[in-house]
């Protein structure tokens, strides 16, 4: 279904462009069917047998997500959890992986509280410093390194290519939460990686009314085997209403994160002078530590997402979140509609996130009326 002709964002416009062949519809119609009949002699020809194995409209999203990414293959999950812990559940317990110590909280919560006392020797890393992720990998040992960048909720940068190498050099393989920069601006299997995980939940599906996950693979390879078969024996699906659902969201999915990214980058150089900022984690500013190499690893933007230290602590973050307007106070990240969050609330004491830290994530309404309603929650809680 792909064609290498076009440009991705076209690919996604048009949903890979395919056209119903019963009906000749332009938008594809929603497959809800969980059983196929059998030939009559037993065999099951027309290639499907039952929902938990496969569904066309999740094929139809995954084929779509697969030319985003620039994949061999895609496998939607009912989460952006289910498939970046089915990756972990299909290694065997006494493997060696490496993770970063800042990175979304709730896998880091799962890798400690489950896969560690499951058996995978888990070994938390600062990702940003090729360094510490070099001296952690332990050749032979290590199966595979984890990494998310920019990385949630503070925005650091890790050379995709730089650790793809420092992993194939051990015989590891190296996969890349891809969330926050979405294959719109990161492309991690063309630099190396050789799986892409999203929480499709955000960036990709983008309107707030889907969770879903998916991975990527660079090749068919035999952890991709036990990947498949671990979703399709343990169940952890896409419905077909959240893949028709994501397949809508993915047509705008190049206008959302390009003027979200824009967004973001007008409002972190505004709040970089407020004097009730302490500092903006943001990639694309110049004096964010990860800048030079985000330049080199992000087409076209540096994401939507940023995050703020607001002098006073934690009690000023509180309250300029409780006096915004137009943001919305809610979790989550990568809507039409801008969120605002005091993360080490939610992420509990062992958080590594700083009291006073808010993040953003910027949506797309206009970027004054965001910045200006912020400016104004800043100003009152000083
Ligand atoms: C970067 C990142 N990865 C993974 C996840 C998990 O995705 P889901 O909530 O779809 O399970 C999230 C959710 O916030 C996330 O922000």
Request: proline fraction near 6%; glycine fraction near 10%.
């Amino acid at each position: 279904m792909t064609d290498p002709e076009k440009h991705p964002a076209t690919l996604a416009a048009q949903a890979l462009g395919h056209i119903d062949a019963a009906t000749g519809a332009l938008i594809p119609p929603l497959h809800t069917a969980t059983t196929y009949q059998r030939d009559p002699d037993n065999q099951y020809r027309r290639g499907r047998s039952y929902g938990r194995a496969d569904n066309p409209t999740v094929d139809h999203a995954q084929a779509l997500l697969n030319a985003l990414d620039g994949g061999q293959r895609c496998l939607l999950f009912a989460s952006g959890m289910a498939a970046a812990t089915t990756v972990f559940q299909a290694l065997a317990p006494g493997d060696h992986v490496v993770a970063p110590q800042v990175m979304y909280w709730g896998l880091r919560h799962w890798l400690l509280s489950f896969a560690r006392p499951w058996g995978l020797e888990v070994e938390l890393v600062d990702a940003t410093d090729l360094a510490a992720l070099s001296a952690a990998i332990r050749p032979g040992r290590t199966k595979l390194v984890w990494i998310e960048t920019p990385a949630n909720p503070t925005w650091g940068i890790t050379d995709v290519a730089a650790a793809a190498r420092l992993a194939h050099e051990a015989g590891a393989r190296l996969a890349v939460d891809g969330t926050a920069a979405t294959p719109v601006l990161t492309r991690p299997l063309a630099l190396g990686a050789d799986l892409v995980m999203h929480s499709a939940t955000k960036y990709l599906n983008g309107h707030g009314d889907v969770v879903a996950g998916a991975l990527v693979t660079a090749r068919a390879d035999d952890l991709w085997a036990r990947i498949t078969a671990l979703r399709h024996d343990a169940g952890a699906i896409l419905g077909p209403f959240e893949a028709w659902l994501l397949l809508r969201g993915l047509r705008t999915l190049y206008l959302r994160v390009e003027r979200a990214s824009t967004s973001a980058r007008f409002i972190a150089e505004h709040l970089q002078g407020h004097p009730q900022v302490a500092h903006v984690l943001y990639p694309g500013l110049p004096d964010h530590p990860g800048h030079a190499i985000a330049a080199r690893q992000m087409q076209g933007g540096f994401g939507g997402m940023l995050s703020i230290r607001v002098k006073g602590g934690e009690a000023a973050a509180i309250a300029t979140a409780a006096h915004v307007k137009i943001w919305q106070r809610a979790t989550s990240l990568g809507g039409v509609e801008s969120l605002i969050e005091h993360r080490a609330s939610i992420e509990g004491p062992d958080t590594p996130v700083p009291a006073d830290l808010l993040r953003l994530s910027v949506g797309i309404e206009h970027a004054e009326d965001l910045l200006a309603d912020l400016t104004r929650a800043l100003d009152r809680s000083g």
